[in-house]
């Protein structure tokens, strides 16, 4: 497939929005059992919260670029009964406006229910908010993974390695945010961004090696019903390009390919880990800032790298201009 | 319940291109709104077609055959493009089995066509919304045309004959009668769509020569124990010497 940079956004920039939410959620409930201690500063949870929605409404803007009817975009919401895409476009405002309750909960100091003693307003709105999280990456990684033809995508791995690489860049801007603003909560963070990320490498090299085994199930004899072992297409039927030839294809040599798998493969995980370590020991923040951009952008060859890899059958119908 | 659909006898397919000009000449006139071209002179022409006719060489040379292979919408009977649509302009009627495109509700999300294993679905650049074959929806039903001519552009179109137009659900259909006479057959079957479109296959045209062919059983000349003469296989002057 043709990777599209609106959607490479999308993915990643949810993705950083819905694990700095799930690392300020756990905290709150890690403090209110008594397994840490909680920020300091009051402006913890809102302040965090609004830095989750700038990356979850960037990421909901660029995925406007994405269509070709953007005024149209409310009709998405219709067809949640079968279609992956329907649901994530409804379940991406609703976790947004409890990420935006939960912080303004925070900010305002619902905290203590006026009736009921003991009941943590924010703590209820933020389990809403938790479970819209974790619904918002199941449905991102099943508009993917529910396309059975597309072998490389059509595995449980696509949605565990959503869920992996978001919580863990969350966590890596988590790291970084705790430094400036509470600093009792950087280990607390950099030990869980640790933990996520190389549970991403696990995943992720999993479905490396899972889809360079992977055998195509369609060929060119299934393509045109001619059982014969020896077809070659002299003609696609056409001598320029169209929709067909550009969408479904990356365009780029094997070689190209290799480069951004081990670009990734070294930018997503041992650098920003090293600089993680590295910041926690020499107790600079800065580090933790660059372990967290690093380790984005390579997020952003990792996503290019994953809608590129899936090869679409339809391209055994278009291999030939004469 | 009926479901249209197209036959395409891969044995008649001259691979004229006729029928993918007429569908392009049927489907940017209609009020359902033009099919972008772009630069179709120059360097880089690129076009929306709801129809290509593909060529294919099979086996090995001197040993091979040519197969002109059209290619528009199967109108799958188990459509993986439409319940992955989001807003539901991609749906298919219940009535007749035809897989449409509500060009009014279509965001131009490209879903769907990543949801084709079959390529079939092609977005307008222009008008940003994805179109595809409509089976001609809007000339099989006009009843201000002759009865003859209410059949898909491209099925008229063809010189041939090679395309089939009709109801596969009614086993008295020609179209049914088609497929279960010469062996019609769907393609990539192994994603369970289902296509309502099929292709009757190649068949080896061959010349079937039999000995009653060449020598004529019932010579007046071949007489019991009086063979003419000379022999069959000897030259001969004219038919009288021969037998």
């Known amino acids: 497939m043709r990777p599209a940079l609106s959607v490479i956004l999308l993915t990643t920039l ?11 959620y756990a905290v709150q409930v890690f403090d209110r059992i008594g397994l840490i201690q909680g920020p300091a500063s009051a402006a913890f949870y809102p302040l965090g919260c609004a830095i989750a929605l700038v990356f979850l409404a960037v990421g909901l803007g660029a995925s406007f670029f994405h269509l070709g009817h953007p005024e149209r975009a409310w009709r998405t919401a219709a067809m949640w009964r079968t279609s992956w895409l329907s649901r994530e476009v409804i379940v991406l405002p609703a976790f947004m406006g409890c990420v935006f309750l939960y ?29 819209l999280c974790a619904l918002l990456f199941l449905c991102t990684g099943m508009i993917y993974a529910c396309l059975k033809f597309l072998q490389e995508w059509h595995t449980p791995l696509t949605v565990i390695n959503y869920l992996l690489f978001g919580s863990a860049s969350g966590l890596m801007l988590a790291t970084a945010y705790a430094a400036l603003v509470a600093p009792g909560l950087v280990r607390f963070f950099a030990a869980w ?20 085994r992977l055998k195509p199930r369609s060929s060119l004899q299934t393509a045109i019903g001619v059982k014969h072992p020896r077809i070659v297409q002299i003609s696609q039927g056409f001598m320029g390009g169209s929709f067909n030839t550009r969408e479904f294809f ?6 190209w390919m290799r480069s951004v798998k081990w670009t990734f493969l070294l930018a997503v995980f041992p650098v920003p880990l090293a600089l993680l370590i590295a910041g926690l020991v020499g107790g600079l923040p800065v580090l933790l800032a660059a372990a967290f951009l690093v380790q984005y952008v390579g997020l952003l060859a990792e996503r290019w790298f994953f809608f590129a890899q899936a090869n679409h059958p339809q391209n055994l119908y278009y291999q030939r201009i004469s | 319940m009926t479901q249209l659909a197209l036959v395409i006898d891969l044995n008649v397919c001259v691979g004229c291109h006729a029928c993918v000009t007429s569908c392009k000449e049927w489907n940017t006139s209609g009020a359902a709104g033009f099919l972008s071209d772009d630069n179709p002179y120059g360097k880089d022409p690129t076009g929306t077609f709801f129809n290509r006719v593909q060529t294919f060489e099979v086996g090995e040379y001197p040993n091979t055959q040519t197969v002109h292979f059209p290619k528009s919408c199967l109108h799958c009977e188990d459509p993986p493009c439409v319940p992955v649509c989001p807003t539901g302009a991609s749906y298919k009627r219940e009535e007749d089995g035809i897989v449409l495109v509500d060009y009014d509700k279509c965001i131009g999300c490209k879903y769907c066509a990543w949801a084709c294993p079959y390529g079939v679905r092609e977005i307008d650049e222009h008008r940003h919304v994805m179109t595809k074959c409509t089976l001609c929806v809007d000339r099989i039903y006009d009843e201000s045309l002759p009865e003859g001519e209410r059949k898909p552009a491209c099925v008229m179109a063809c010189p041939a004959n090679a395309r089939l137009f009709g109801d596969i659900h009614d086993p008295e259909s020609g179209v ?10 769907q393609l990539m079957p192994e994603w369970g769509t289902s296509p309502a479109n099929h292709y009757l296959p190649r068949h080896k045209q061959e010349v079937k020569v039999r000995a009653e ?11 019991d124990g009086r063979l003419p003469k000379p022999a069959i296989k000897s030259p001969s002057l004219d038919d009288v010497t021969s037998w």
Do not use: C
Request: no cysteine; aromatic share 6%; hydrophobic share 50%.
């Open chain 1, 14 to 24: 949810i993705g950083v929005g819905q694990g700095l939410f799930a690392a300020l």
């Open chain 1, 103 to 131: 912080g303004l909960g925070h900010f305002l100091g619902w905290t203590q229910h006026p009736i009921a003693a003991g009941l943590d307003g924010t703590l209820i709105i933020g389990a809403l908010a938790s479970l």
């Open chain 1, 193 to 212: 961004a640790v933990g996520f990320t190389l549970a991403a490498l696990i995943g992720r090299s999993a479905t490396l090696i899972r889809n360079a």
């Open chain 1, 250 to 255: 990356h365009g780029m040599s094997n070689a």
């Open chain 2, 176 to 185: 049914s009668k088609a497929i279960q006479e010469n062996g019609g057959y």
């Open chain 2, 213 to 223: 062919d060449l020598e004529r059983v019932d010579n007046p000349l071949k007489v």
